[in-house]
C-alpha cells in the first residue's frame, strides 16, 4: 500500500499500561513502534502506567497505536478518553471494546444472533459460595473451563476435571475478577482467526491451528515457549476454514467491531462443529503473535499490517 507517512502526523504508540498483561503489551508495543518508525512514521512510545493520559493531547499527537491488552486498554476505557481528545485510534471503538473485553457480555450478544458459543454459567460475586460452585458441573458437565471473563492471554484459567477442583478453580480466577465464568469444555481443535475493515467491507485473514503441548494453550505457551505449534495454512478442509471465516466475520460484525480484531475457537473433534470463544479488539503482536503469522500467509508483512492498522485509526464520532 501507497501511503504518504508524513500525513499520519506525530503517532503515539500506547504500551505497557496497568493490566495483568502489561509484560506481554510491552512486547507488542515495542515491536510496533520498531515497524512504524522503520516505515518512516513518526511514532514514540507512551506508557499509561507512567505517564497521564491527557499528555496526549497537550503533545498534540494526531493518532495513536493502541498495542496494550487488557484492562485500561482494551476495555472501552482508553478508547474513551481518546474519543473526547479527539484523537484517532487502532481498533474498535468504545461500546465494542467494551462488549468484547467482557466474555459474558460477548457470549450473550453472540446467542442473541445465533453465533455459537459453548454453554456457560455465570457466578456473580454472591454466587461464589460452595452450594453455588459445585453446582455448575451438573448444568454443564465435565471436564469445564474456570476464567475470569474481563482479562485475556489466558491469565487465571483453570480447565476442571472433578467437582473436587472447582473451588480452588473459582477462587482463582475471581483474584482477577469478581465476576467468575464457567463455560463447557469443547474436546478438539483450537482455531484463531484475525480480521480486517470495518462492517461490510470486514475480511477474515487466514485461520491458524494451534497445536499446544498436551492442549494446554496457557499464558507460557502463548508468550515465552517455542513449544506451541502453529500451522497457517491451517490444514482444515476449505468448506471448514470458510466457515470459520465466516463465522469470526459475523462474531466481529455483531459486536461492532472495526480496525481489527482476533476470534478465538474451537472446532469439535466429535462433529467438526465449530464454536466461538471470545473476540480480542487489541490483539497481540509480539514475535509469538498470531495476527501477524496470519496476515504473512496473506502476503502481508509486520511492518505492513502495522501501517494498514495506523491507516485505519479513527474515532466513534467519525462514524455513519
Known amino acids: 500500500m501507497n501511503v504518504d507517512v508524513k500525513s499520519l502526523g506525530r503517532v503515539a504508540v500506547l504500551m505497557g499500561g496497568t493490566s495483568a498483561e502489561r509484560e506481554v503489551s510491552l512486547m507488542s508495543g515495542r515491536g510496533v513502534l520498531a515497524a512504524l518508525q522503520s516505515q518512516g512514521v513518526d511514532a514514540m512510545a507512551f506508557d499509561p502506567a507512567e505517564r497521564a493520559l491527557w499528555e496526549l493531547e497537550a503533545e498534540r499527537f494526531d493518532r495513536v497505536f493502541i498495542a496494550l491488552h487488557g484492562r485500561h486498554g482494551e476495555d472501552g476505557t482508553v478508547q474513551g478518553a481518546l474519543e473526547l481528545m479527539g484523537i484517532p485510534y487502532t481498533g474498535s471503538g468504545v461500546m465494542a471494546s467494551s462488549i468484547a473485553m467482557d466474555k459474558v457480555m460477548t457470549k450473550r450478544v453472540w446467542v442473541a444472533e445465533g453465533l455459537p458459543t459453548p454453554r456457560w454459567v455465570w457466578l456473580a460475586p454472591g454466587h461464589q459460595g460452595r452450594e453455588d460452585v ?71 485473514l487466514p485461520v491458524v491451528r494451534i497445536d499446544a503441548p498436551e492442549g494446554n494453550y496457557d499464558y507460557e505457551h502463548k508468550y515465552f515457549s517455542d513449544d506451541t ?17 465466516r463465522l469470526t466475520v459475523a462474531a466481529y460484525r455483531a459486536l461492532g467491531c472495526r480496525g481489527w480484531g482476533r476470534a478465538d475457537l474451537m472446532l469439535r473433534e466429535s462433529d467438526r462443529a465449530v464454536f466461538l470463544l471470545e473476540m480480542n479488539t487489541s490483539p497481540g503482536m509480539t514475535g509469538h503473535s498470531l495476527v501477524p503469522m496470519s496476515a504473512r500467509a496473506a502476503g502481508i508483512s509486520y511492518e505492513q499490517l502495522c501501517l494498514r492498522l495506523l491507516c485505519d485509526a479513527a474515532l466513534d464520532a467519525q462514524r455513519g
Open 134 to 204: 459445585v453446582a455448575v458441573p451438573d448444568r454443564i458437565g465435565l471436564p469445564l473451563i474456570v476464567k475470569p471473563p474481563r482479562e485475556g492471554s489466558s491469565i487465571g484459567i483453570t480447565k476442571v476435571a472433578g467437582y473436587s477442583q472447582m473451588d480452588a478453580a473459582v477462587k482463582l480466577a475471581a483474584q482477577y475478577d469478581a465476576d467468575v465464568l464457567c463455560e463447557e469444555f469443547i474436546e478438539g481443535i483450537e482455531l484463531t482467526c484475525p480480521v480486517l475493515g470495518a462492517g461490510d467491507a470486514a475480511q477474515a
Open 229 to 245: 505449534g502453529y500451522r497457517c495454512p491451517s490444514g482444515l478442509a476449505p468448506e471448514e476454514e470458510a466457515e470459520v471465516q
